[in-house]
């Protein structure tokens, strides 16, 4: 960082960047990392992914440049290969599935092939990075950079897996902003980092107000609106999310913290039974979506 202009002088066109897994948000951090003029590169081993990313980013580029000032379209490579894919970059971006065995896979063959200074990130939201480093030489350049969907929600909380080197965490704090994404540090292990965290407490109370009959999933969504002048609230989230990924979520937490309740579960539990798992069942917690997508057509 350029002390008398407080302009960092990183330059993104310098080195390249890395995204393994093309998946719906490895697709959309490439779209940001696209957007300073530099390289990124873009692996995944299915070959139909690359080709749904790569009209995604086609499509998306030139009208996020168009609306962030500085913007710059970049060049994206999509590799089939890991090894181009990862060669000369300075960061590596994993965005695999939620599987411990895998991204522990993953991370032993980054460490292996990547440049000796790269970092390595994972965006996984499940498992903190210290759990998946065993087979990494030098884990203080292993980081957490936890993305959510940009470029709509373009925060990303940068967390050390423990034994992050205080380098590391600074490069990123100074250079993430340059790809237009706004870093927050994330200053303990936190399983759900910061804004996760809160979020499970006001959806899994949100469920149990509904699983004890104190109120309607319509009601509390409306009382948000009323109070917090929000467009829809819990539920209709959830209902986007997919409720089988929000049971997925819970579990995993109820699993750390065995003295949650268990009434938001077994609610969730009834909804997916009844084969409601939200918009992309066309029925959650709300039913309107079918006739919601007929208006349009």
Known sequence: MNPQTGQSKFDPTARPTAVIGA??????IALMLASS????????????????????????LPKLVKSRAGAVA?????AKNIEPAIAGTWMVVEVVPERL???????????????QDAILASNSSSY?????????????????THYYMPPEQNAVEVMSCGKTS???????????????????HVRKESVGF??????????????EVVEEGVSTPAEVDRIFEVLLGTHGGPFRLMDKVGLDVVLDI????????????????ELLKQYIKEGRLGRKTGKGFYTDYEQKASAVR
């Open 128 to 144: 903190p990075s210290s759990q998946f480093i065993e087979r990494v030489a030098k884990p203080s350049r292993v980081v957490n």
């Open 101 to 115: 065995d895998l991204k522990k896979t993953i991370f032993g063959d980054l460490d292996r092939l990547a440049p």
């Open 37 to 60: 003029g530099g390289e990124v590169r873009v692996f995944d081993a299915k070959a139909t992914q690359l080709e749904i990313a790569e009209r995604f980013i086609d499509s998306e």
């Open 250 to 265: 819970e579990e995993h937490y109820a699993a750390i913290h065995p003295e949650l309740p268990s009434g938001p579960r």
């Open 74 to 78: 970049g060049r994206v490579v999509f």
């Open 194 to 207: 910061i804004f996760n965290r809160i979020w499970a407490a006001v959806k899994r109370e949100s469920l």
């Open 166 to 184: 205080d380098a590391v965490i600074a490069d990123l704090m100074e250079r993430l902003p340059l790809y237009g994404v706004v870093p927050f």
């Open 23 to 28: 998946g719906t948000l490895g697709s959309r």
